[in-house]
């Protein structure tokens, strides 16, 4: 590849996983993503990311068509990713982002944190810090997510014993437009019936709620059940899920008018005037949900890095100095740190956008 291969915003393909919790309502809900098996399970598709053993994120438009986001990012390096990410991560992509379906049960884990990776020896990047922000529902669905106020150390382990975690955990029902961020140690599960983002560290650990039961003997099911509890997070009982909070709109893009009084309709309500909203924000990211109703303008982040823009109703058009870009709901596009400045157009109605990416160091947007 060439040095001088023009930056510009990348698309990708896809990569799907078929894994038991899911079932077809990604491609339902997003019939212009994919394409799709017209049979079987689509649980998750990865919308962004760089991990080994050919999963990273196959390029689809421009001159780098047919590489991966790692080729772009041994080519583009700081002006990809951000002067301030590489600072902190290296030429690493430090998120994964996903759609979820969780039709269907979500077994009970819980994460390792950065710490727990390089105290286990665990091959990976990071841990996993991660949120989900639920995009729809179906009725009766729970997420349960940190540890009961008054769950005891003992009551914690018997559960992991039993394989009833579920039952040490905080009980929540989400609706659409909520967020879960459930930092690494943060137990967690659901009963289906949600169709979810997910934005994660580049990590892939996962530790499940359970001790085995065959072929082990009760010292050695005790020992791992010890072990499981070293990377629950004992504090971890002060979650929930956060509601869309408005931003005052001046950063993202110019003269975006004032956010009205009564912000955000839960779920999938809609405004004349550009709004911005802040999911969810930690050390490790940041979500905003953005609601078009008109163009605006992206400024270039500077050193704050990358941005991930994802599309969740309606549709918009990006336009840069190239050829313009149309994204459909489900659709997903990188906008390198260092693309001049470019613009979305939701045309004649209104679009909602999800706008991932990784604080300043030390600092929150």
């Not at 077809?24 to 997003?30: H, K, S, V």
């Not at 150390?153 to 975690?165: F, M, N, S, W």
């Not at 912000?263 to 802040?278: D, I, M």
Request: hydrophobic fraction near 40%; glycine fraction near 10%; charge should be negative.
């Amino acid at each position: 590849m060439k040095k001088n291969t023009h930056i510009y915003p990348l698309r990708f393909r896809e990569i799907l996983r078929t894994y038991r919790f899911g079932g077809r309502w990604i491609p339902e809900a997003f019939p212009a993503k994919g394409p799709f098996p017209t049979q079987g399970r689509v649980s998750e598709t990865w919308e962004v990311c760089d991990r080994p053993n050919g999963n990273s994120s196959e390029i689809l438009n421009g001159p780098l068509a047919g590489k991966t986001l790692h080729d772009a990012i041994e080519l583009w390096g700081g002006d990809l990713l951000g002067t301030d990410v590489v600072a902190r991560f290296g030429n690493v992509f430090p998120l994964l982002i996903k759609f979820l379906d969780v039709s269907n049960p979500l077994l009970e884990q819980v994460h390792a944190s950065d710490a727990d990776v390089a105290r286990l020896g665990l091959d990976d990047h990071f841990g996993k810090t991660e949120a989900w922000h639920i995009v729809r529902t179906r009725p009766d669905v729970v997420v349960q997510c940190g540890l009961r106020k008054d769950a005891t150390r003992d009551e914690i382990k018997e559960a992991l014993l039993e394989h009833t975690a579920p039952s040490i955990m905080q009980p929540f029902t989400p609706g659409p437009g909520d967020t879960f961020l459930l930092k690494a140690g943060t137990p967690h599960a659901s009963t289906g019936g949600m169709l979810m983002y997910e934005i994660m560290q580049n990590s892939d650990v996962c530790t499940v709620l359970r001790v085995p039961v065959q072929d082990l003997e009760p010292d050695e099911r005790d020992a791992r059940a010890d072990a499981i509890m070293d990377v629950i997070g004992l504090d971890s009982r002060d979650v929930g899920p956060t509601r869309l909070s408005p931003l005052d709109g001046g950063q993202a893009w110019e003269g975006a008018p004032a956010l009205p009084e009564d912000g955000l309709e839960r779920g999938r309500g809609f405004h004349a005037a550009n709004t911005r909203f802040l999911a969810v924000e930690c050390e490790q990211f940041r979500l905003e949900q953005w609601v078009l109703g008109g163009t605006v303008c992206l400024l270039p982040p500077d050193s704050t890095g990358f941005r991930v823009i994802t599309v969740i109703d309606g549709s918009v058009r990006l336009h840069w100095d190239g050829a313009p870009e149309v994204l459909e709901a489900g659709q997903t596009i990188l906008i390198p740190a260092a693309l001049p400045q470019a613009s979305l157009d939701p045309g004649d109605s209104a679009a909602t956008l999800l706008v991932a990416s990784v604080p300043r160091e030390g600092k929150r947007l």
